[in-house]
């Protein structure tokens, strides 16, 4: 199957951001007194980060202030350590010269585009929705369904990619196919249609 239209997650499938949020996690709960295995945390957050807050707060008894300390720990350690995945220009430049559109859609406020842009990648995307745009979180597929509709996109030409569940769910939800991008082999998600394990792969859909 071959797909025209590439709907991007970011963070864990875009931009490799999670070794900066899970640091910052660490460094948050080191705070509280507590030591945060990174394998586990990292898994926790493969659900959602929320999730991963939430079941550390429920463990030890952490109230807002944990929550809140990571959320400021959070960008520091992403400025010093967040990194696109390798390809993804390439990728994105070979996706729109052969016909072909990337969107994205994720769940972080426009920062997300600053990072495109400071990565020289945002040329490359036709359409954008971030949480300023107040659409239902994934699995939801409202926002799916309001960028296929101004941006005149079938859903059997489109395919949403990420590395989490909702992602690959917020797509099938919208008709679309998903792909599951698992540049660790770690096999945390079944309910793609394909997974690839580098970016150069989608290529092979075009």
């Known amino acids: 199957m071959t797909y025209r239209h590439f709907f991007w997650d970011f963070d864990g499938t875009l931009f490799d951001t999670y070794p900066a949020i899970v640091a910052a996690f660490q460094a948050a709960l080191q705070e509280f007194g507590i030591k945060g295995d990174p394998d586990e945390i990292y898994k926790l957050m493969m659900t959602t980060i929320t999730y991963a807050v939430d079941a550390y707060s429920e463990r ?8 809140r300390r990571f959320r400021q720990l959070e960008r520091p350690f992403e400025q010093a350590m967040a990194a696109p995945y390798p390809s993804l220009r390439a990728v994105c430049r070979e996706i729109a010269g052969r016909g072909g559109k990337n969107y994205l859609y994720t769940h972080r406020d426009t920062e997300a585009i600053l990072y495109l842009k400071r990565y020289g990648v945002d040329m490359y995307f036709a359409d954008y929705v971030t949480s300023e745009d107040h659409f239902p979180a994934k699995p939801a597929p409202d926002a799916l369904l309001a960028l296929m509709a101004r941006n005149g996109v079938s859903p ?3 395919v ?3 590395d989490r569940s909702i992602d690959i769910l917020a797509g099938k939800n919208a008709g679309m196919a998903g792909c599951y991008f698992d540049p660790q082999h770690i096999k945390l998600v079944t309910e793609g249609d394909f997974t690839v394990h580098a970016l150069t792969e989608l290529v092979d859909y075009l």
């Open 160 to 162: 949403m990619i990420g």
């Open 60 to 67: 030890y008894g952490l109230g807002p202030a944990f929550k």
């Open 156 to 158: 059997k030409d489109a």
